[in-house]
C-alpha cells in the first residue's frame, strides 16, 4: 500500500516497472498526466543509488513535464522514464531496443525523447522499436538540438522580467550572472553579450569558461561564488535545486530567470525568495521552448522550425500574463503558476468523456 500512497501523493496515472533481463533493462515510466494529450518526456539513464532514488526521481521529473507542457499550451502531457544504470558503460544497441519495446507497449500513452544520459542518436536506435519517440537529430527527419530556441525563451523572458519592474525591456546595460556556460548557457551568454549587457559567468568546465571570458569579454567567477554575485540577473543555467536556504539569502539580483530545471530546492525557498524581493521566473515556464522543439516534430506536418520559435515569441506573454496575476493576488509568481496549470487541467478533465461534471 505505502507504493500506492507514494504515487498517489503526486496525482500520477500509472507508473510502469519494465525489465529484460537479456538486455540488463531496468526501467521506470511514470505517466502523471495525460488529460491534455499523451504524455511526453525525456529517458534520464543515472546510476541510481537504488529504486526509491529512482522512483522518486521519474515521479518529480514527469509530474514537472505535465505543468511544463500545460502552461506552453502544447497538446501533451507529462511523462518521463528512467533506466537504472551507467550511461557510460551500460547503454548498448540492445538496452535501446529494449527501451523502445517498452515505450511501444504503452501503445502512446507515453513519447520518450532524450535526457541525461541519452543522446539524439540513441533515439534514432529506440525509433527502431517503437514509433512513440521523438527529438531526434536534423540528419533523421528529427527536431535536433532543443537548446537554442531553450536559450531564446530564457533570454525574451529575461526581458519580460525586466518590464516587470518597469525598465525597458533590454539587458543593453545590465549585469547577467550565468551559472553554466553549456549548450542553453552558451547560448543565453552570447545572445546578451550581442546586446551590450555585462556577463559574470562560471562553469566547472574551465574550457568553457575561457572561451566565454575570451570570446564575450565576460568577468569569470568561481562556481560557488556566481549565486551571490551583484547583478540584475541571476541565470541558473546548469544544476537543479540551486535556490535553496543557503543560496537564497545570499542572492545579490533583482531577478532569477535561467533555464535549469527544479530551480528550487524546495517550495519554502520560493517564499523566501518573493520575501525577499526578488522576481523568479518560473523555471517551467521561462525553459519550454526546448520542450515546444521536441513536441514540434510530432505535429501532423512534422518539425516546423518557423512555428515553434512563433511558439517560443509566447513565452514572455505567458510570464507577463502569470506576473500580473501575482502581482493581483500578493503571492509568489511560482505559486501563481501552478495553480494557473491546476485550473486548466481541471477544466480539460471535465470536457473528459465520462467525466462526472458532463
Ligand atoms: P549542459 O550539460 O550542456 O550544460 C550544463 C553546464 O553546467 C555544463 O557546462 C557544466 O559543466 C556546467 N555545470 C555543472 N555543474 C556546475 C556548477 N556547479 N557550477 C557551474 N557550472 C556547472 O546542459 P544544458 O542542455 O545547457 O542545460 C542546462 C540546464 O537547463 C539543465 O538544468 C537542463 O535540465 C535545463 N534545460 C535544458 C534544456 C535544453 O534545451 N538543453 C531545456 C530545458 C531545460
Known sequence: MS???????????????FSDPASRLRMIVAVHNTVMGPALGGCRMWPYAGL???LEDVLRLSRAMTYKAAMAGLPFGGGKAVVLGDSKREKD??????????VGGLGGRYIVTEDVGMTEADMAVIARTTRWVTGRALSDGGSGDPSEPTALGVFAGIKTCLEQLGEEPTVRGRTLAIQGLGKVGNHLARLAAAEGAKLFVSDIDSARLERAVTE???????????????????????????LNEKTVPALNCRIVAGSANNQLAEEVDGDALFSR??????????NAGGLINVASEQSPGGYDRERVLAKVRDIPQTLSRLFQRARTEA????????????????????????????
Open 93 to 102: 544497441d540492445a538496452l535501446l531496443l529494449a527501451v523502445g519495446r517498452a
Open 216 to 242: 564575450l569579454g565576460a568577468h569569470s567567477v568561481m562556481p560557488n561564488a556566481i549565486a551571490s554575485v551583484s547583478c540584475d540577473v541571476f541565470a541558473p543555467c546548469a544544476l537543479g535545486g540551486v
Open 3 to 17: 507504493l500506492f500512497r507514494h504515487i498517489e501523493r503526486f496525482g500520477h496515472e500509472s507508473v510502469t516497472f
Open 331 to 358: 503571492a509568489p509568481p511560482f505559486r501563481v503558476a501552478d495553480r494557473m496549470v491546476e485550473e486548466r487541467l481541471a477544466e480539460a478533465k471535465k470536457q473528459e468523456p465520462g467525466s462526472s461534471s458532463q
Open 277 to 286: 524581493g526578488i522576481l523568479y521566473a518560473p523555471d517551467y515556464v521561462i
Open 52 to 54: 526509491d532514488e529512482a
